[in-house]
């Protein structure tokens, strides 16, 4: 690509980018490699010459010690990028992905263009794809496309994509868009045909077979899956479809249980339980129907060379802020209640949520009340305990050797249950007020069998937060994802379904307490998340 000739040159500027059709639309991307220092002011002169208002970034700024893109919007503030001052006017982070509304003023237009002399695009990053292959969970990679598309304006320029070189995840995104929407027109996809048409404008986009094979993944939950994130005020009518076709016989909802079965549909065997399940850590669980999978489970320190020492029934839950947003796990045992003490101060976690009874033979009393209790270097003492919101919580200190001590406040709620509805919501802002006082830290959520409780917590707390953020909620991803973490939290249908309602409420008492106004609800209007398969 070729940028427009300015004053002062004699021939046009080259940029390494190249036009690339999407469907039903001939030059509906660009895509490009990632800004270096070098190429900045040429950069930002091509999002302004192409009227692009929305850029994709499919990498980090370093990954696995290698620079792969520099910096090209402004931390704070603004920067002036040769013609383009950069402002950032926001900043949201997520799990996988970070959202930035910059404005560009040009500074070389003349004095009869100056009514355009300010736009506003907006950046989404995608923070969570590996170096080398691909992401082992298509959900956010769908849910990042359909946010990132939908936020592009038709009447606007083309959509600019770019990763570190512009053609392998560059080529992946295009492809997988371009069929999403031809998969909306026409109920049909024809991946081969495409990727070989733009491969003509731009050489190897899609570089490798597993980018290849990831597409058709990507594609194919989303034709099983349909579009699952939900618009707050549609979510009424959407629960009612899915109970629609009840059969008295089975007691159940026919898409309720397909949707079920999608998001139990990971089945793992048994070597990916292999911690869990050596002779060492058997007697560590409270059931062997709650185990921690290797991929996913918390490890601790080694203490010695004692087999089974690292191992705690503790697994990483993503959230929406985080990767590792939750620590969900079981009710301490009397022999596992050091290394309970344990993870908590590894993890560095400064709130726990204890769903289970209190002080019964199956979840006995596992901290201190008046004596210090000391694991090893690590002591465990009783400071406060108090009320919020009707809330028991007891506040304790650890400390361990010379490192700053700490403060681990515990919120107590027992036998919480999601289908309270009055529960639900003082207590997710009991906690989320706590957790986003502090910096980021996992929160730590146990019921007794670190099972379905504590899995419908985080599923809550996350799905808050995208109500937040969206006024939209996508119910199905959050369980799926969840479930793909800790297989076998949803043992039913029912579990999903109650999912949904407590959600329901939520969304009614937060109506309650903001009313949305013109403003807010025209723009909910204007969701992408409007669109249905």
């Not at 991946?191 to 070989?196: A, E, G, K, Y």
Request: a neutral charge; glycine letters at 6%; charged letters at 25%.
């Amino acid at each position: 690509m070729q940028l427009r000739v300015v004053p002062g040159q004699r021939r046009p500027e080259y940029i390494n980018a190249s036009y690339v059709d999407g469907f039903q639309r001939s030059r509906a991307y660009i895509a490009t490699q990632g800004p270096m220092a070098s190429t900045m002011p040429a950069f930002w002169r091509m999002v302004w010459e192409q009227r692009v208002h929305v850029l994709v970034m499919i990498t980090n700024l370093v990954e696995q010690g290698k620079r792969k893109c520099d910096e090209y919007w402004p931390e704070t503030g603004s920067q002036v990028y040769g013609m383009v001052e950069v402002l950032l006017l926001q900043e949201e982070v997520q799990a996988n992905y970070t959202v930035r509304t910059l404005r560009l003023r040009h500074l070389k237009l003349t004095r009869k263009d100056r009514a355009g002399v300010v736009r506003e695009v907006v950046q989404y990053q995608f923070t969570s794809w590996p170096d080398h292959g691909v992401p082992r969970d298509i959900l956010p990679v769908l849910s990042f496309i359909k946010k990132s598309s939908g936020a592009w304006p038709e009447s606007e320029g083309p959509l600019l994509v770019h990763c570190s070189a512009g053609v392998g995840r560059t080529g992946t995104y295009i492809v997988i868009d371009a069929m999403l929407k031809q998969l909306r027109a026409k109920g049909e996809i024809n991946v081969l045909s495409f990727l070989s048409h733009i491969r003509h404008q731009r050489g190897f986009l899609v570089q490798t077979e597993d980018q290849y094979a990831f597409i058709h993944d990507c594609l194919a939950e989303a034709v099983d899956s349909g579009e699952t994130n939900i618009r707050s005020s549609y979510l009424a009518r959407y629960i009612n479809s899915l109970q629609s076709n009840f059969t008295t016989e089975e007691t159940t909802w026919q898409l309720l249980q397909r949707q079920f079965n999608q998001i139990t549909a990971k089945k793992p065997v048994e070597d990916q339980f292999a911690a869990a399940t050596v002779p060492a850590n058997q007697l560590k669980n409270q059931s062997f129907d709650f185990l921690p999978m290797d991929a996913t489970r918390t490890k601790l320190s080694m203490v010695g060379e004692e087999e089974g020492s690292d191992y705690i029934n503790a697994s990483w839950i993503p959230g929406f802020l985080s990767l590792n947003e939750f620590l969900l796990t079981q009710h301490p045992k009397e022999a596992t209640t050091p290394d309970f003490w344990r993870l908590l101060w590894e993890q560095d976690v400064h709130t726990v949520v204890i769903l289970s009874p209190v002080a019964n033979p199956d979840s006995p009393v596992f901290w201190p009340e008046s004596q210090q209790l000391r694991l090893g270097m690590l002591s465990v003492r009783h400071t406060e305990e108090g009320l919020l919101s009707g809330f028991q919580t007891k506040d304790f200190r650890l400390e361990c050797g010379e490192s700053t001590p700490r403060v681990v406040r515990m919120v107590f709620c027992p036998e919480w249950s999601m289908v309270e509805e009055g529960g639900n919501l003082g207590l997710l802002q009991v906690v989320h007020t706590r957790q986003d006082n502090l910096p980021p830290r996992p929160l730590a959520v146990l019921d007794r069998e670190g099972g379905t409780q504590a899995a419908a917590f985080c599923a809550l707390s996350s799905l808050l937060r995208q109500l937040h953020s969206d006024r939209s909620v996508d119910i199905y991803s959050t369980a799926k994802t969840i479930h793909n973490a800790r297989p076998g939290v949803w043992l039913r249908p029912e579990h999903i379904l109650q999912l949904y309602r407590a959600v329901e409420a939520l969304v009614g008492r937060k109506a309650r307490q903001q009313p949305e106004g013109r403003e807010a609800r025209a723009k909910e209007e204007r969701s992408p998340s409007k669109a249905q398969y």
